[in-house]
C-alpha cells in the first residue's frame, strides 16, 4: 500500500481482556517496528522484526505482550489479560532496512477501562 | 536516565518567531533523525544527518549534527502555525543491528 495501515485506529477494552492490533506495513519493506506512545510522552520501543523473525524484543514490557510477523508483511500485537497501564497509542512503522528512515502508521489508541 | 535529552520540553511562541529545539546525549550515534509528529498522527520523518558537522536545511528549518555526533539542533526561522507538533530526535545506534532511539520531544506551539 502507500502507507503505513494500522487497525483498529481506536480499541476501548475491558481489564483482563485480550486485544490484537494489526500493522500493515509498505509493501517490500522489510523491516518493521512496534512502538508504544503514552500521553504526551516519546515513543517507547517494543519491538523490531527483520523479515519474519524478531532480533530485539527487549521492549516487551511483560510476558502479556508478544508479536509475530507472517509473511515478512502483517504484524499483530497482541497484549493479554490488560491492564489499565497499557493504555496508550500503540504506533507501527516500517523501513526498507534497517539503516534507513522510518514511515510510521497513524497508530491505535488502546484505552483499557 | 534518557539517552537522548531534548529541550526545552514545551515551547510557546507567536507566528514569526525564531526558535531553536536541542537533543543531547552523552553517546555518539552513526546518524541522527528528526521526525515532527502531529495530533492523533504517527512521526513524521523531516531529515536524516549522518557527518559530524554536517548543516541541512529544509525550507525554513536548519538540522545541524555535532561535531562529535552527540548532539544536534534544529532551527526555524519565522515560525508559522502549521509548524505545530512534536519534534522528536532520534538516534542510530549499532547494537546487534543499527537500532533507533528516540528522544521524548518537544512540543511546539505557534500562536498566528
Known amino acids: 500500500g502507500a502507507g503505513v495501515s494500522q487497525s483498529p485506529s481506536n480499541k476501548v477494552t475491558e481489564k483482563g481482556k485480550d486485544v490484537e492490533l494489526r500493522c500493515d506495513p509498505i509493501s517490500g519493506h522489510t523491516a518493521l517496528y512496534w512502538y508504544r506512545q503514552s500521553l504526551g510522552q516519546g515513543l517507547e520501543f517494543l519491538i523490531y522484526f527483520q523479515g519474519n523473525s524478531a532480533p530485539d524484543k527487549s521492549g516487551l514490557p511483560s510476558d502479556r505482550f508478544s508479536a509475530e510477523r507472517t509473511g515478512g508483511s502483517v504484524s499483530t500485537l497482541t497484549i493479554q489479560r490488560t491492564q489499565q497501564e497499557d493504555s496508550a497509542v500503540y504506533l507501527c512503522?516500517?523501513?526498507?532496512?534497517?539503516?534507513?528512515?522510518?514511515?510510521f502508521g497513524s497508530g491505535t489508541r488502546l484505552t483499557v477501562v | 536516565t534518557q539517552l537522548l535529552e531534548q529541550s526545552p520540553q514545551f515551547l510557546s511562541i507567536q507566528e514569526g518567531e525564531n526558535l531553536t529545539v536541542y537533543c543531547n546525549s552523552s553517546?555518539?550515534?552513526?546518524?541522527l533523525q528528526w521526525y515532527r509528529q502531529e495530533p492523533g498522527e504517527g512521526p513524521v520523518l523531516l531529515v536524516t544527518v549522518v557527518t559530524g558537522g554536517e548543516v541541512k536545511k529544509l525550507k525554513r528549518l536548519t538540522f545541524q549534527f555535532g561535531d562529535a555526533r552527540k548532539d544536534s539542533s534544529l532551527h526555524i526561522t519565522a515560525a508559522q502555525p502549521g509548524d505545530t507538533g512534536l519534534y522528536l530526535c532520534a538516534g542510530r545506534r549499532k547494537t546487534s543491528y543499527d537500532k533507533v532511539i528516540f528522544g521524548p520531544g518537544t512540543s511546539l506551539s505557534v500562536i498566528p
Open positions: 512503522a516500517s523501513s526498507p532496512g534497517e539503516y534507513y528512515g522510518y514511515t
Open positions: 553517546s555518539v550515534f552513526s546518524s
